[in-house]
């Protein structure tokens, strides 16, 4: 009994010490929690070589969109990888019993170095499904709707916990597949 409780507890704390990554959504944008000052996380792979880390990472990409070709935008080989995703209604929320819907254009772009990737955010638009008009991260009320005023004030805690849960959930996929050595689910047939 008491093996097994420690056994538990030993993979409780790997599994966490494995997924401290996250990004914290702040009036600049999406930041790395551990460190806000970083727009980018750092996510350490050890005994993986730059060369494949990268390999992973574009069978990753590739495994993932429904056309890979069309949504990578930059690809330096061994070195870089940058690409493209839309989520239709990314989160949503209600206002005077009106569900609004807000969709999210994003660029996830990696640079490898042997042993990490530098996996970060970028040119994050939010847009309403109805209307397409901007949804702001930080903006006056004067503006739009936002999840901080210009001065840096939370107004939507719960749409901010959404946005933090929607990108740590994909950098998690990522490390998943990573880890897994770039075993898919769909490779166990």
């Given at each position: ?50 060369s ?20 990578i ?76 005023d ?11 916990q ?21 075993a ?6």
């Amino acid at each position: 009994m008491k093996k097994t409780l420690l056994i538990t507890l030993i993979l409780g704390v790997i599994s966490l010490s494995c997924f401290s990554q996250q990004f914290e959504l702040t009036p600049e944008g999406l930041r790395d929690a551990a460190d806000t000052s970083k727009d980018f996380l750092v996510i350490p792979v050890d005994g993986k070589s730059a060369s494949d880390l990268y390999s992973m990472s574009k069978r990753y990409v590739n495994e993932k969109m429904s056309n890979p070709k069309f949504a990578i935008k930059s690809d330096l080989d061994g070195d870089y990888l940058r690409y493209s995703l839309y989520y239709p209604t990314i989160f949503s929320f209600s206002k005077m019993l009106v569900s609004l819907k807000i969709n999210g254009a994003y660029q996830i772009e990696m640079r490898f170095r042997d042993g990490r990737v530098r996996y970060n955010i970028t040119t994050l638009s939010l847009t309403f499904e109805e209307g397409g008009n901007e949804f702001y991260i930080a903006a006056s009320k004067m503006k739009g709707w936002a999840i901080f005023d210009n001065k840096g004030k939370l107004l939507m805690k719960n749409e901010k916990q959404k946005l933090e849960d929607h990108f740590n959930n994909e950098v998690k996929m990522f490390i998943d597949f990573i880890q897994s050595d770039g075993a898919s689910v769909n490779d166990n047939w």
